[in-house]
Structure formats: structure tokens, C-alpha cells
């Protein structure tokens, strides 16, 4: 089963422009979530999408936005980016583990984004 | 509002010598609450989860809601086990929203 893909890994940008971000969740799992890390803040959650729809929504600026397809594949937008939106953006995605049943959250390996 | 505190943000010890990674949250309602780790240039992935009651490559975790902590036991250290460990609390039952601690960093010496 493929894991959870962001594209893209890199990207430089400078302040003042905007950014996309794509996450593909596991073949299966309906619910995206977004999250920031940064070494000052560490991991804080952006917003999760569920079935096209945004479901819960962190403590984020309207810079800050995401939405879901309907083959559950997600982007998240970043507008008139500032020198601290340079984190690393992880994609997750939720859904049932067919050996537990339990819900397992998976993370993506994450977009690095510079604001220069 | 929810929070998870760990006080540590490194924590180095010897092959073989036991390890305890605080966690304490406060949180107004029921708690899920979760363990994440992420190794040198990997993902970061789920531990454990205080629901299994699980235990993971020797690792356990008991929910104390009378201190409001979650903190992560081994008895014996392995160099293996040098990583970044994440402390998690849950916000809904899909378990999707996480509101993370800052993190500690175990280093584990030969």
C-alpha cells in the first residue's frame, strides 16, 4: 500500500508570494489533515478535510487555506507568504488499519518550504 | 484550551539504562492520547496509543488522569531507540486533530 505522498519535498519562495502544496492520503482514507512544524513551535495542527469538506479548522491566519478533492487528494495554499510561514508542511491521513481496525493517523514525509 | 506539555527537550542515557519521557496534558474532556516518533530522516509515525494498551518495541505508556500525565517507560535503552518522541492528545474520535507537544530528543549512548 503506497504511504502518503506530498509533492513538492522543496520549494524556495520569496515573501509577498503565494504557495501550493499537494498531499495524496493512502488509497482508502477520506481524511486529510495538515500540520506546520517549526523548531520554535514545533507541531501545530492547520486543518483537516473530510469527504470535500473542511471539518476542523487550527489557529491559523486566512493566509491559510486547504482544500479536498473528490478522489480525497488535498492542496493546501499559503497567500503573500511571510519569512515565518518557512516550516516544514506534513500532510497526514486517516482511516481504518486493516490488521487492527483501529484509526491510524499517517504522515507524509512533508513539504520544506524557505520563505526568502 | 488543550495542551500538551513535555519538560524535556533532550534526555541522554546509557545502553541499557532505563528511560521515562514526561507527558502531561491538560484537556477539559475524555483524553485519547498518543506517543509519535520520528528517527533520523524518517517519517514521523505512531508509537503507541493509551487505548491499546499496547506495548512497542518495549515501550509502554500508562494514562494517569489523576497527575494528567501519559509518560513513556522502557526498562532498558537500545542505541535504536535515539529519535525524536512526540506526545499527542486527540481532539476528536476520528483521532485526525492532534495537538502536539514540543517534542524531546532521546539520545542513547553505547
Known amino acids: 500500500k503506497a504511504g502518503v505522498t506530498q509533492t513538492p519535498r522543496y520549494l524556495i519562495k520569496t515573501r509577498g508570494q503565494q504557495v501550493t502544496l499537494s498531499c495524496s492520503p493512502i488509497s482508502g482514507h477520506r481524511s486529510v489533515s495538515w500540520y506546520q512544524q517549526t523548531p520554535g513551535q514545533g507541531l501545530q495542527f492547520l486543518f483537516e478535510?473530510?469527504?470535500?469538506?473542511?471539518?476542523n479548522k487550527g489557529n491559523f491566519p486566512g493566509r491559510f487555506s486547504g482544500r479536498q478533492f473528490s478522489n480525497s487528494r488535498s492542496e493546501m495554499n499559503v497567500s503573500t507568504l511571510e519569512l515565518g510561514d518557512s516550516a516544514l508542511y506534513l500532510c497526514?491521513?486517516?482511516?481504518?488499519?486493516?490488521?487492527?481496525?483501529?484509526?491510524?493517523?499517517?504522515f507524509g514525509a512533508g513539504s520544506r518550504l524557505t520563505v526568502l | 484550551a488543550q495542551r500538551v506539555t513535555q519538560p524535556e527537550k533532550l534526555l541522554s542515557v546509557f545502553k541499557g539504562a532505563p528511560v521515562e519521557l514526561k507527558c502531561n496534558y491538560s484537556?477539559?474532556?475524555?483524553?485519547?492520547l498518543f506517543w509519535y516518533v520520528q528517527y533520523s530522516r524518517q517519517r514521523l509515525q505512531l508509537l503507541l496509543r493509551h487505548i491499546s494498551r499496547e506495548s512497542i518495541k518495549g515501550f509502554t505508556a500508562d494514562l494517569n488522569k489523576g497527575e494528567t500525565s501519559f509518560h513513556l517507560k522502557k526498562p532498558f535503552a537500545q542505541e535504536e531507540d535515539s529519535a525524536m518522541y512526540y506526545c499527542a492528545l486527540s481532539l476528536n474520535s476520528g483521532y485526525s486533530t492532534l495537538t502536539f507537544g514540543k517534542g524531546t530528543m532521546l539520545l542513547v549512548s553505547p
Open positions: 497526514a491521513s486517516s482511516g481504518r488499519d486493516s490488521g487492527t481496525g483501529a484509526n491510524v493517523l499517517t
Open positions: 484537556y477539559s474532556g475524555s483524553p485519547e
Open positions: 478535510y473530510f469527504s470535500e469538506t473542511q471539518r
